[in-house]
């Protein structure tokens, strides 16, 4: 006798067009909800190989969650423009840019990429839902905006190893493919783009695709990529490479302003860290003038990475007469930091590097206390009972390898 | 020709301890030379192309013990240091396994297939272990006191570590003593009842040392391999993307980054000495280089009886290193294959190859693999500990292909009638042979085999007589008596010469420990 489901509703979570080959690699059968679609957390019973393989082989994502919208017409560059803080104007037709978007006040909204596809062709993504802004904000322009979240399935295959898996399934090679460039290939005769982004700040790519081709560009990477070590890959793994790479993660490092509701809750991309990617020379866009405030006054916050120092953490667990306790996997608890008695800040996501044997953090943290090298105190739970222990404000990325930017010679 | 520059140290040795003894004087602001008698660096942490395409760890394969600050310290994530884990221990057996693994619920699952009492147990043996390793840390990492003629701050360590000891349980101080005085095996009989289990965890008491799992002082090589951590985990093995080689790389890297200057196929013939002080080295092609300290990275029969004269140390000295022991007990074969190994028991790739593969059934099969070399021969069916690095970093070996480093216990150096080339093969026949009998297609994948006797490691890597950890792992050679008595703190009976190999405490594997504290207490006389 079979189970019926006669749940008909609606609201089940989303299977991706990847879900008959990844629903059955996955070993420990752990998933998490990413825009309503089930993904894997991690394939095996722990993630640390699938860890290792974005930062030594090759790892396989699927990222068909993410949100993609499609904004096609004659005002499609002046529009994006005026919606983001990049300057569109300069992205050239194959080039990728991240951008952030911010509300009138210039508070965030979300955070994502945007391909020119052609000149009157865009792609944006997002992580959450932005259908309605978009729309909203293109009133009066010659736009048409289309929701592309299912009508693209999308992998990211990331790790040293990707460009050499790429070249041996594409039938044109990406070894002069730039980083933040897109390229149309073929792999046999089925059409794909390919980017050269991701969420890991490692050598790595993102290929773009019809759904209905998505289980045969699946296999065929799996075949060719064998030998390279290619290794299906889940959120947990992602999630430690994200923060090495002092990427920002909606919902968990900012909250945005379309639903913060209080004020204290938003951010402005100066306070996240993403001033370089606010270009004030461009005419207009939206949220420019309360930027323009926020620049002449001073951001109240700044956004940074931190590392606990290993020496006192250690002590603090030796006392306890423990080995020092490091989270297996990466967090995501606001963390207080201290400077004397006053709280200045607070850690948002943090992580053990396995690769750098560290142990770091993203924070948010007041600008006066928040210059390279600066000393603050991270609260540290021992045996339920909390300690201070010393945090150094860090450069981001925290790691970032050369085969990030660099091509093949 | 005297000296065309001068340095303030020259590092004997370009080993991963000499190299890390340079980086961290380098760091402090002296101007250090190493020389390097190979042509690569390493010593025998050194990844090498044996057979074209193919890439092997030749001698050191795993990493466990490397110290924590001394990677943050000298920074080596950056130049290069990548530690994969090593997840899994596979025990082969004759119709069945065993089968350890990373995850506590799968491995209780399968210990229990074989044993309900021993799975529940292992639950418990691990933190107890750990613990019992967090205890002796301290140890590791004090600088060995002169318990002779104790220096103040011979007395302030001997002060810490005792006040440490203080605070240890009586259950912890049972283990510690129990540890240090019986055998693995007995050891272990007195937790586990499952005998591959015992026999595979027994395993890690032999390793480098010229017992067997039934000798008394074997428990406590076995506690040595449990301090490991990785990422603050006890008991976690790594492997090194790209083989050992790397970390030694990522040293000297490190090392140049700070202005060291090291030289390769620049073997040293002596150190100068004169009036009672080292001034320099003289190198096998004539020429001579000063400076203010010499440090040997060589283990302690080199650095005494070879690179200096016994006429310029104490005759009670001389007598210590003489009687240093340190008998090679092991063999390495490094095999290129066509394919994977298929094991009769689990066929198949799986989990299983990622990890450790122990030749380790019984306590019989290793104690008899010792009874064959306590008479002078190699164990005709040798304990082995196997990894498959390719499985793990797949630019190791050509795609499809793979490479097979095995860790062979027992092959004596002093063997009957000498090494030559015809027991080299008969020793590589038998470790093949015994890998057969669990996994047959082994015979049918060989593309080649590199054999290495332990007069092959000695002739290589100037290991005497090719022992892996520069004199054995035992308790009398440890801490302050590592090399010797009065001279277990890295200095020696000569002035401004200094010690830093793995004969110094605390001991053998990539740790980097020994060149780290080496060279926090040079630094700390100069």
Not at chain 1, 342 to 369: C, D, F, M, N
Not at chain 2, 125 to 140: D, K, N, S, T
Not at chain 2, 197 to 205: H, I
Not at chain 2, 288 to 308: A, Q, R
Request: proline residues 5%; contains cysteine; glycine residues 8%.
């Amino acid at each position: 006798m079979s189970y019926e489901n006669q749940f008909t509703a609606n609201t089940q979570l989303k299977l991706s067009p990847f879900f008959e080959r990844t629903s059955k690699l996955n070993e420990s059968q752990e998933w998490r909800r990413w825009s309503g679609y089930l993904s894997a957390t991690n394939y095996e019973l722990h993630h640390d190989n699938e860890y290792f393989a974005i930062r030594t082989k090759a790892a396989l994502l699927d990222i068909t969650p993410l949100k993609k919208y499609i904004i096609e017409g004659a005002d499609a560059q002046i529009f994006l423009d005026r919606l983001v803080t990049r300057n569109i104007g300069i992205c050239k037709v194959g080039q990728v840019m991240y951008t952030p978007w911010c509300d009138e006040f210039g508070k965030m909204i979300d955070d994502g990429t945007i391909q020119r596809l052609s000149e009157t062709k865009f792609r944006i993504t997002s992580a959450e839902p932005n259908f309605d802004w978009i729309k909203h904000n293109a009133t009066g322009m010659d736009v048409t905006i289309t929701d592309d979240s299912f009508t693209t399935a999308a992998l990211a295959l990331q790790g040293p190893n990707s460009r050499a898996i790429l070249n041996a399934v594409s039938s044109d090679s990406l070894n002069s493919l730039k980083f933040f460039w897109m390229m149309d290939t073929t792999f046999g005769d089925i059409p794909v783009s390919i980017s050269r982004t991701g969420y890991t700040g490692d050598l790595g790519y993102e290929i773009w695709m019809d759904p209905k081709d998505a289980l045969t560009v699946w296999d065929l990477l799996l075949e060719k990529g064998k030998s390279f070590g290619i290794t299906p890959t889940g959120l947990h793994a992602l999630d430690i490479a994200r923060i090495e790479a002092g990427l920002i993660l909606l919902d968990v490092d900012y909250i945005s302003s379309r639903h913060a509701i209080i004020e204290s809750r938003k951010s402005s991309p100066y306070e996240l860290g993403l001033g370089w990617a606010v270009k004030m020379k461009k005419k207009d866009f939206i949220g420019k003038q309360a930027l323009e405030a926020e620049v002449a006054r001073g951001p109240e916050w700044d956004f940074v990475g931190i590392e606990i120092q290993w020496h006192e953490l250690e002590k603090h667990f030796r006392k306890a007469g423990l080995a020092p306790g490091l989270p297996g996997t990466a967090w995501r608890t606001s963390t207080p930091l201290y400077k004397g008695n006053q709280q200045v800040g607070y850690a948002t996501s943090g992580t053990w590097s396995p690769i750098l044997k560290r142990y770091i953090a993203l924070a948010h943290v007041k600008s006066e206390y928040a210059g390279e090298g600066s000393e603050l105190m991270f609260e540290l739970k021992v045996e339920h009972y909390r300690k201070l222990t010393p945090a150094k404000v860090v450069k981001t990325p925290f790691f970032d390898p050369e085969r990030k930017r660099s091509c093949p010679v | 020709m005297p000296g065309v520059k001068k340095y303030d140290a020259i590092v004997i040795g370009g080993g991963h301890n000499g190299l890390t003894a340079a980086a961290y004087l380098s760091r402090a602001g002296k101007k250090v030379l190493v020389l390097e008698r190979r042509y690569i660096l390493g010593g025998a942490a050194v990844t090498e192309e044996i057979f074209p395409g193919f890439k092997f760890s030749v001698c050191s394969y795993v990493v466990s013990l490397m110290k924590p600050n001394v990677m943050r310290e000298l920074m080596l994530p950056k130049f290069g240091l990548e530690l994969l884990p090593l997840e899994s221990t596979f025990t082969p057996l004759e119709n069945d396994y065993l089968l350890r693994t990373a995850d506590a619920d799968q491995t209780y699952r399968e210990i229990a297939r074989h044993s309900t009492k021993d799975a529940e147990t292992y639950m418990r043996f691990g933190p107890a272990m750990g613990q019992i390793g967090m205890a002796v840390r301290p140890i590791l990492e004090t600088i060995a006191p002169n318990v002779i003629r104790p220096s103040l701050s011979d007395l302030a360590a001997t002060k810490k570590l005792l006040n440490h000891f203080k605070t240890l349980s009586s259950e912890q101080f049972e283990y510690l003593t129990k540890l240090m005085t019986m055998s693995s095996a007995d050891f272990l009989d007195e937790w586990f009842e499952f005998e591959p289990l015992k026999a595979s965890m027994s395993a890690s008491g032999i390793i480098g040392t010229f017992m067997g799992p039934r000798s008394p002082g074997s428990a406590y090589v076995m506690l040595h391999h449990y301090m490991g951590d990785i990422d603050g985990a006890f008991r976690a093995w790594g492997f090194q993307r790209g083989g050992t080689g790397a970390v030694s790389m990522a040293i000297a890297r490190s090392a140049e980054h700070f202005g060291a200057d090291i030289m390769t196929e620049a073997p040293v013939e002596k150190v100068i000495v004169k009036n009672g002080r080292a001034v320099g080295v003289a190198l096998e092609n004539g020429n001579e280089y000063n400076s203010d300290i010499v440090i040997s990275g060589l283990d302690p029969k080199l650095s005494f009886l070879k690179m200096v004269d016994e006429s310029d140390l104490p005759s009670d000295f001389v007598t210590d290193i003489k009687n240093f022991r340190i008998r090679g007990s092991s063999g390495k074969v490094n095999l290129a294959l066509d394919g994977l190994p298929n094991f009769t028991c689990l066929p198949g790739e799986g989990h299983h190859l990622r990890g450790a593969i122990s030749i380790s059934p019984s306590y019989d099969h290793l104690e008899k693999a010792y009874d064959d070399a306590k008479y002078g021969n190699f164990s005709q069916e040798p304990y082995m500990d196997i990894i498959l690095p390719s499985v793990l970093d797949p630019e190791m070996a050509p795609p499809g292909k793979h490479v097979m480093s095995c860790f062979v216990q027992y092959a004596p150096y002093n063997i009957n009638g000498g090494w030559n080339d015809q027991k080299r093969e008969a020793f590589g026949d038998a470790v093949v042979n015994t890998i057969a009998r669990f996994a047959p297609n082994i015979r049918d994948i060989i593309l080649h085999r590199q054999v290495l006797t332990p007069a092959d490691l000695e002739a290589t890597f100037g290991l005497t007589e090719g022992n892996i950890f520069h004199g054995e792992l035992t308790l009398q050679q440890l801490f302050a008596m590592r090399p010797a008595v009065k001279w277990a703190d890295y200095t020696t009976p000569i002035k401004n010469y200094y010690q830093c190999g793995s004969g110094t405490h605390p001991g053998g594997g990539i740790t980097g420990s020994p060149g780290e504290m080496a060279a926090k207490k040079i630094l700390g006389l100069w």
